[in-house]
Every structure is written in C-alpha cells, then in structure tokens.
C-alpha cells in the first residue's frame, strides 16, 4: 500500500491548527472565500460523516441533493450563507469526525472557514440589532443587574405575554430560556469570603488561582463563584478574582465580529499576564471562556506573546483541580455521596482535548457514578434563544434530553450553564441543573 495521503481516506496524526489569518486582505475577499466554501463543501458531500453533529451538514446536503448538478456546482453560491449561518463554532467537527483536517493535505477546517465567512457577511453587511445586542453581554449584563431593573427584567421574562410581544418585535422565542440577573453579582458576593492560603505547588499546578469571573459567572449566576471558592479553599489553593475583566470575547467572535474581539483582547490580556508573570494560574468557570483564551485568541494572535503566556497559565477548573489530585494535593474527605449524576459534557470543553476531567473528579466522591453524555445541547450562546434557529436547536438537544429522562439520575449536570439550563427545561427528569462544582462541594459537605 502506498504510504502518500492520497491513497488514504484521512490523516493518521494528530489534527493541526493552523493560525486564523484574520487580518490578510485575501481573508475577506468575496471570491476567494467562495472559491474555498466550494472546495470544502464538496469534500464535506463526498464524506457526510459529520450529519448528526448540528444543522450546518444537513443543511449544505439538502441544497445539494435538491439542485439541478446534485453536486455543489449545483449550489446557489447566494445560498452558501445558509449553511453558514446554522454553524455555531463548537469545533466538534474539526476535533472529532473529519478525517481530512491539518496535517492531511486537503487541509479541511470546516469552523476556521464558518468563522471566515461570518467575518466577511460581517464587515459587509453588519448584523441586526438583536444580534448586536445579544452578543453584547457587557452592556446588557450592567444594565439589567441595576437593583429594581433586575426583579424587573426577570419578571418580564418570564411573563407570557411579553415574552410574545418579544419574539414578534425582536426575534427571541417565546420559549427559550433566558438567563436571569442578579444586583448581587458573582464580584459582591465572593469578596467578602476571600481568604489568605500560603501557595503550594503541585504538579504544573502554582496553588494560586485567579479567577476570571466572566459575564455570565458574575452576572446570570453569580452563586457559582461562591461554589468555586468554597472548593478551592477547602483544599487550601489560594483563590482571588481577576481585578479587572471585559466579556472574553466569544459572543462577538460566533458573529465574525473580529475587531470586538481584538478590542476585549486588548483589555483583557494586559491583566491576565501580568497575574501569570506573578505566579497565578487562571481558570473561569464556563468553558466557552476558557477555550477563548486557550484556543481562539493564540489562534488569531499566534505571534503575541502575552496572548500564548496567558494560554499557558489557563486551566479548566475540573482540570486543575485534577492535576492536584494526580499530585496528592486534591482532599477527597467528601461527607456525602452523589448517587448518580446525569452528566452532559460541553462542546467547548471537550475540544480542549484535555479528557473528562470533571467526571473523574466527581467519580473520586464515594458511591457515585457519573453517566457522561457526549452529545451537543444545541445551545450555543444565542442559537437556542433566536426564533428563526430555536426548532434546530431542540433538535440537536434530543439525545442528550432522551438519555437524561432515560437515566432519571439524582442529578443533572453540565459544566455549561447555559447548556444545562436548555436540556433542563427539555427533560421532564429535571427540575434544576447543578453545576458541577456546586456538586462537589456537596460532596464536601460545605
């Protein structure tokens, strides 16, 4: 057999990721990008192998099945946005089914090219004010958790009627869930707790910790940082907030907004690596966050080395908290058992390739078993909430939302909230999602 990659059907080594040429003037040339949707949507009909993954695949095999070619030439080029615009970034494809991805030669990266795209319609046609204003989490976040306007915007959303009136004039279903704001944020409530715990290293591990609380940490569910400080310290890491932070940037990059996302890089690395330059380890508590700073910003930024130092220091929590283990620093003196806990596993976690690192925290507490479902909830950070992609994104929950009723587990988890929130309210098994470090610090009896 011959050893030339053509002869094969996909590479046998680890996939490569290439850098985002973001800021090259070929990157939003209208006639080169569709020279390469072309070239890759006709790779991607000829295997079909990602068609479970999201509604990206489906759509692009239908408009080929129903055009005159039943070939991609067949394709509308005016129809490549529809593809496009029901691809959500979760990478699954990229880290999981191609076969044809860096190092292979026909060097497929099916995400990188969604986000291309994007970034092209963005520049060129800018986005709607319902799309501007979901993905801009600061503003909205800051607003909305004003003491008074907080009762106030969670008692209309969850008011029937404005919730009509909302999706005719705005274009949020009906029947999303919304995340609820809190005047308290995540910052009010965990100062007060911090305490001084002498760094110990374990591993690649510092024992000092800072932690980037993010927008939906601080202001949609500010109780977890609570969680995540009651944890840490019990096993004696020292743990503070990151002094200063903007949203990671991840709403504005699932929209093509690169320069919004280069603007939040700017604020945000500035202080990350001045903690890293002082011995601090990083973690945030949803992974979207985490993989921005570990994947996507050294992606787009792979020659500035503050942007690779903080991709260095960043840790999943579950991860971290791991690595101690491995190390003899975790305490495993747990005064409760779990029983079962049924366990979604995020997109934006699992391609970080570090493992199921959570599940194999949670299995450590005794006489618990922990049922990890490696599917897609369909969310996304505003997929499941737009009207017009609200039906696909139920969909693609469907399995995970079945094994979860299947299971009727003591617990529902997902390190993604959001995600959680969705099957939660899809399952008739669920009544309210547990993060999973809130689990383990019921585990410790804290």
Known sequence: MSDSKTSREGSLEAPTRHPLDWQSTDFYDEESLNQELERVFDICHGCRRCVSLCNA????????????????DGVDKRDYKKVVDQCYLCDMCYMSKCPYVPPHEWNVDFPHLMLRAKAVNFKNNG?????????????????????????????????????????????VHKDAVVPEYHSKTLRKRVTPM????????????????????????????????EDFVKVFQHNGIHIELVPKEQCCGMPKLELGDLESVEKAKQANIRVLAKLADQGYDLIAPIPSCVLMFKQELPLMFPDDPEVQKVKQAFFDPFEYLFLRHKAGELKTDFKKSLGDISYQVACHLRVQNIGLKTRDVLNLVPETAVHAEERCSGHDGTYAV????????????????RKVNQQKAEHFSSDCPMAANHIADLSEAVDKPKHPMTLLKIAYGL
């Open 57 to 72: 695949f489906p759509t692009l095999f239908d408009l080929v099945d129903e055009s005159d070619t039943m070939e991609v």
């Open 194 to 225: 911090l305490e001084q715990h002498e760094p110990k290293a374990a591993g690649v591990t510092h024992g000092k910790v800072a932690l980037f609380a993010t927008c939906y940490g601080n202001y949609n569910s500010p109780e977890l940082g």
């Open 386 to 401: 737009r009207k017009e992609t609200r039906s696909a994104a139920v969909k693609i929950a469907r399995p995970v939302v």
């Open 127 to 171: 986005v709607s004010l319902r799309d501007k204003t979901l993905t801009s989490t600061d503003a909205v976040s800051k607003l909305a958790s004003i003491p008074v306007v907080d009762a106030t915007v969670n008692g209309l959303n969850k008011n029937g009627w404005f919730r009509k009136a909302l999706e005719s004039s705005f274009g």
